[in-house]
């Protein structure tokens, strides 16, 4: 049940990131900001050859292959979850991972070098987009459920006392 719990949520979320930024790509590329707040929030866009904040441009493949193993360990986890919240969580941590890992196989430039596709704006504030927001909320309960104590699994399955009938 938790397992399908999260990779339910990682499905919506990495659904949501390509068909948003699919839009993004069609909509805003070459064009002015849309305003949807003033200047309080904006749809703009961008292609990130780095890491959140355009940090490390230049190390676009190690990027990939770094959160290509954040996924496996990911998933490994979502195998142990034995908790709603957790599930939730990883499951969004997944999710918006495996949407950027998407940019960089299939966006230009070209494979394992692709750019992602940021197109939200705040002000004072880099360009992101629905995978960036997935990971730091999901991040952030994750926070949340650690400091609280909350395990997300059980190493062994937990016995059920028996009734034994006199």
């Known amino acids: ?12 979320v ?3 990131d390509i068909l948003s ?6 909509f805003l590329e070459g064009q002015q900001s849309i ?9 703009s866009f961008a292609r990130n050859p780095g890491a959140a904040f355009s940090f490390g441009t230049g190390s676009t493949v190690w990027f990939t292959v770094l959160a ?16 709603t919240y957790w599930a939730l969580a990883l499951g969004g941590v997944l999710g918006g991972a495996l949407g950027n890992v998407v940019d960089r196989f299939f966006r230009a430039p070209g494979f ?6 940021d197109f939200i704006e705040f002000p004072h504030y880099p360009l992101f987009n629905l995978a960036d927001s997935s990971i730091v909320c999901s ?5 949340w459920l650690a400091f609280r104590g ?5 190493e062994e399955p937990v016995e059920r006392p028996s009734v034994e009938s006199s």
């Not at 305003?35 to 749809?43: A, D, I, P, S």
């Not at 290509?68 to 908790?83: F, H, K, P, Y």
């Not at 991040?139 to 926070?143: H, K, M």
């Open 14 to 16: 990495l659904v949501c």
């Open 35 to 43: 305003k949807l707040l003033g200047e309080f929030l904006k749809l």
């Open 68 to 83: 290509i193993g954040m996924s496996a360990a990911l998933i490994v986890a979502i195998w142990r979850v034995t908790n």
């Open 21 to 26: 930024k699919s839009l993004a790509v069609q």
């Open 150 to 154: 909350i395990p997300f699994g059980t």
């Open 139 to 143: 991040g952030i309960a994750i926070a």
């Open 112 to 117: 394992l070098h692709g750019h992602v596709v």
């Open 1 to 12: 049940m938790y397992r399908r719990l999260a990779f339910i949520v990682t499905a919506i």
